[in-house]
């Protein structure tokens, strides 16, 4: 019997580290929204504290049935007035660190769901 790995129709995140993740195997050092379907853009943010109401409202425009928003480094909840345009959408939306974003967008993408991550990527800090 020949085993070979499922392949994934569905873009995927191949690695992660402080400071990047690689989508397809494409290092990407910058804050980055993807789905399922494919899309791929810059999202406009470098820290949580940068965040508002106009990003995830970019996410409501998605047609998407849940976003994983990843915070970053550590785990941080968005403000629920910047969640108002997701809400009237009916589109969920669930909070992790990044690394576990990436993981969770994955399988999700990889059972055929139509969901987005919103990856926040801050610059990565030294521990030296």
Known sequence: MKLQPDHIASQSITAYGPGWVAIQGEKIAHSVLITSEGLRVNWDCTRFEDLGPQHFAQLAALDVELVIFGSGERLRF???????????????????????????????????????????????????
Do not use: F, H
């Open 78 to 128: 968005p403000k629920p007035e910047w969640q108002i345009s997701l809400m009237q959408r009916r589109i969920g939306l669930e909070s992790m660190d990044t690394q576990a974003a990436c993981r969770t967008y994955n399988i999700l993408a990889g059972e055929g769901r139509k969901v987005a991550a919103a990856l926040l990527i801050e610059p990565a800090t030294s521990n030296n």
